[in-house]
């Protein structure tokens, strides 16, 4: 489809670079959900492994 418009092209290449930095931030930001460790494990050492 190269007949298309340049600027269409433009627009989808930053909606895309914006939605994979928006997604990038999300995850550094947010804790994923604390499944794979045991209820014994402290808290102390979660903290220190995330260090937010």
Avoid: D, G, R
């Amino acid at each position: 489809m190269p007949q298309m418009a340049p600027l269409l092209w433009l627009y989808l290449f930053f909606f895309f670079l914006t939605s994979l930095i928006l997604v990038l931030i999300l995850n550094f930001f947010i804790k994923p959900f604390e499944t794979i460790t045991p209820p014994t494990h402290s808290v102390s050492a979660t903290q220190k492994l995330w260090k937010l």
